[in-house]
């Protein structure tokens, strides 16, 4: 009867272990990245800036899941994200992506989990020669090593935009 409570207890240990072990952690991010929503000042009627945005996105096949031209608002469906790592120093690896997120590590190892992809949701409003450019629902899909279901299932990350895209927008209507 002891020898079982010990073995229990082992297998316990050892349980909380690998579990300790193999969870995964993000590493934060160190670069300073524009806070949500970017604004800026237009010059054109709002008509005409909802007009080439919804040009734009056509052209770059992204969805819109809602647009009304009277309060200015066009919300994107879910759309595929070019993104990155920063290195060390905060730095952007690839600097045109439009979104950066974090390293997301197993704790044991160190082991960097790269996503199979990401996507979100664009909210852009005009109003009274304003444009206010959001993102939202940010999520990753990341691949296991035994592709099991949670492969294919999208979690939340906390990445931030890195204002490239609103920066095309913000050049595309002034």
């Given at each position: 009867?002891?020898?079982?409570?010990?073995?229990?207890?082992?297998?316990?240990?050892?349980?909380?272990?690998?579990?300790?072990?193999?969870?995964?952690?993000?590493?934060?991010?160190?670069?300073?990245?524009?806070?949500?929503?970017?604004?800026?000042?237009?010059?054109?009627?709002?008509?005409?800036?909802?007009?080439?945005?919804?040009?734009?996105?056509?052209?770059?096949?992204?969805?819109?899941?809602?647009?009304?031209?009277?309060?200015?608002?066009?919300?994107?469906?879910?759309?595929?994200?070019?993104?990155?790592y920063e290195?060390?120093?905060?730095?952007?690896?690839?600097?045109?992506?439009?979104?950066?997120?974090?390293?997301?590590?197993?704790?044991?190892?160190?082991?960097?989990?790269?996503?199979?992809?990401?996507v979100g949701?664009?909210?852009?409003?005009?109003?009274?020669?304003?444009?206010?450019?959001?993102?939202?629902?940010?999520?990753?899909?990341?691949?296991?090593?035994?592709?099991?279901?949670?492969?294919?299932?999208?979690?939340?990350?906390?990445g931030k935009?890195?204002?490239?895209?609103?920066?095309?927008?913000?050049?595309?209507?002034?």
């Amino acid at each position: 009867m002891e020898t079982l409570r010990r073995w229990n207890w082992f297998l316990l240990f050892i349980s909380i272990l690998f579990f300790c072990a193999c969870n995964p952690k993000a590493i934060p991010l160190r670069g300073n990245y524009p806070e949500s929503p970017v604004s800026s000042i237009v010059t054109l009627p709002a008509d005409s800036v909802i007009s080439r945005i919804v040009s734009y996105f056509d052209q770059h096949n992204m969805p819109i899941r809602s647009l009304d031209r009277k309060i200015g608002l066009i919300v994107s469906e879910d759309v595929p994200m070019t993104w990155t790592y920063e290195d060390k120093e905060g730095h952007l690896l690839k600097p045109e992506s439009f979104v950066v997120i974090p390293h997301t590590v197993y704790s044991g190892s160190n082991k960097a989990i790269p996503p199979r992809n990401i996507v979100g949701e664009w909210n852009i409003r005009i109003i009274d020669g304003k444009i206010s450019i959001s993102l939202f629902n940010m999520q990753a899909r990341f691949s296991t090593t035994d592709q099991t279901r949670a492969a294919l299932d999208y979690v939340r990350i906390d990445g931030k935009s890195t204002g490239v895209f609103e920066k095309r927008i913000t050049d595309l209507i002034n």
